[in-house]
């Protein structure tokens, strides 16, 4: 049987695909960027919760624009 491939938390992804493209995206580039780069397959209605989620926290995520993530910088003040 071929190994296993470990599993990856979409917000593992997601920190994975914003800190590869270095800048803001948007929802749908985050989509298909995870799908081209990692082969995963994401739900734009439950990976919008969970990033919502994370930004309401303050933690890991911030939203720049409709529908357009960042990672937080802690050395950047939030607006």
């Known amino acids: 049987r071929p190994p296993r491939r470990a599993r990856r938390s979409q917000i593992g992804t997601v920190y994975d695909v ?3 493209a270095g800048e803001p995206l948007h929802l749908n580039e985050i989509i298909r960027r995870a799908k081209r780069d990692f082969d995963v397959v994401m739900e734009p209605g439950s990976i919008v919760s969970a990033l919502t989620k994370k930004v309401n926290s ?5 939203r720049v624009a409709p529908s357009t993530f960042e990672i937080l910088d802690s050395s950047k003040k939030n607006p």
């Open 58 to 62: 303050g933690s890991m995520f911030r």
């Open 18 to 20: 914003l800190t590869e």
